[in-house]
């Protein structure tokens, strides 16, 4: 069983950082892509920023320049810094990733979800 668990969310201050951080254990052969979503209250759950095996990395418009992607192959795990926090970054933030398995000389693909790290910014 594969699984992927979060952990440093919290409250923090509006201009205030915070990290997240997210592990994946269990039977994996390799990860291709991984990422970080969220979702707000009464709205739908949008991809924040991702990140290739090979470290191409992609940003919600509405969050370049202020937060940044980053993962450790060797470990499974992937992480995002997040600077210069805004209220309208309060959200449910939600770990993902496309791992690959191999099971009997075959490779089989399964997108995982972690269970989502509460972000609330407020003063």
């Known amino acids: 069983q594969v699984q992927l668990v979060e952990s440093g969310g919290g409250l923090v201050q509006p201009g205030g950082s915070l990290r997240l951080s997210c592990a994946a254990s269990g039977s994996i052969f390799s990860i291709n892509d991984m990422g970080w979503y969220r979702q707000a209250p009464g709205k739908e759950r949008e991809l924040v920023a991702g990140t290739t095996a090979a470290g191409r990395t992609n940003y919600a418009d509405s969050v370049k320049g202020r937060f940044t992607i980053s993962r450790n192959n060797a470990k499974n795990t992937v992480s995002l810094q997040m600077n210069s926090l805004e209220p309208e970054d309060t959200a449910v933030y939600y770990c993902?990733?496309?791992?690959?398995?191999?099971?009997?000389?075959?490779?089989?693909?399964?997108?995982?979800w972690g269970q989502g790290t509460l972000v609330t910014v407020s003063s």
């Open positions: 993902n990733a496309e791992v690959v398995l191999r099971e009997g000389g075959r490779y089989r693909y399964l997108e995982v």
